[in-house]
Structures are given as structure tokens and as C-alpha cells.
């Protein structure tokens, strides 16, 4: 199924937010006990006991909720760039797609970056008018 690729304004993005707090305050502690899980694991890989396959289901239940969570924020059109709480949102400035960017624990959409840039080249949003809000979408 191909889904049109939607764009956000800003107090679109914005309006979103409420519910990205919500869903990484659940979903943060399943994802930091996943990597214990995952680190504890990578050290003891080749061992096969018990102990080692409940640790692996646990894991993998982890992973499922994880993933479960994070795609009803992906059918809405976000890219989930970190599953400890780092979003993007898909955005026109101009004429030029750019992503608005949004990180766990920052109380509004502020920032914007290129789409090749990531979050390192994370800028301020100065006006957020700059950002159409598309009707095609």
C-alpha cells in the first residue's frame, strides 16, 4: 500500500506533540531495557542455556511492543529517527522539503533541518511561516 507522503506545518507538528511525550514515556524504558537485554546477550551469544533463551524472549516481546507503539506515529506520517524519542516531520520551506525536527523531552517542535543533514544540522525555527503547510498531503 502506497500512502502519499504527507508534509506538516509546524502547528501541525506542534499539535502532535502531546501524544509523542505520551508514547516515548512509555516506550523509553522498554527501549533502554531491550539494549541491556541486547548487550547482556552479545556478550554470551554463543551459550545456549536456559537462563539465555528467556532473556532472548524477553528481549524479543520488548522489540514487538517497541515496534508496535512506534508505527501507529509512522502510519500518521512521521519518520522515527531514534526509538528513545527522536522524530521527524516531513515539511516544505518554500519550495525546498526539509524536515522539522522533534526530540524527546523539548515541549514544541522548534527546530528544522535539511533532509540529508540529520540531526547535527539541526537549525532554529524563525518564522514558522517559512513552513507551508501543504493541502496535497
Known amino acids: 500500500m502506497l500512502r502519499a ?7 501541525e507538528a506542534n499539535r502532535l506533540v502531546p501524544l509523542l511525550a505520551r ?59 531514534g526509538a528513545d524519542g527522536l522524530v521527524d516531520f516531513r515539511a516544505h520551506r518554500g519550495e525546498d522539503p526539509v524536515y522539522l525536527c522533534w526530540r524527546f523531552g523539548e515541549p514544541a517542535v522548534t527546530h528544522w533541518h535539511e533532509l540529508q543533514e540529520g540531526f547535527a544540522g539541526r537549525r532554529p525555527i ?12
Request: without cysteine.
Open 5 to 11: 507522503m504527507r508534509y506538516f506545518s509546524v502547528e
Open 23 to 81: 508514547t516515548f514515556e512509555r516506550v523509553r524504558p522498554w527501549v533502554e531495557r531491550a539494549q541491556q537485554l541486547a548487550d547482556t546477550l552479545g556478550s554470551k551469544e554463543s551459550t545456549a542455556d536456559a537462563h539465555l533463551d528467556a532473556l532472548r524472549e524477553e528481549r524479543d516481546a520488548l522489540l514487538e511492543r517497541i515496534r508496535g507503539e512506534l508505527l501507529q506515529l509512522q502510519e500518521m506520517g512521521l519518520e522515527i529517527k
Open 126 to 137: 524563525d518564522s514558522p511561516d517559512e513552513f507551508a503547510p501543504t493541502y496535497l498531503s
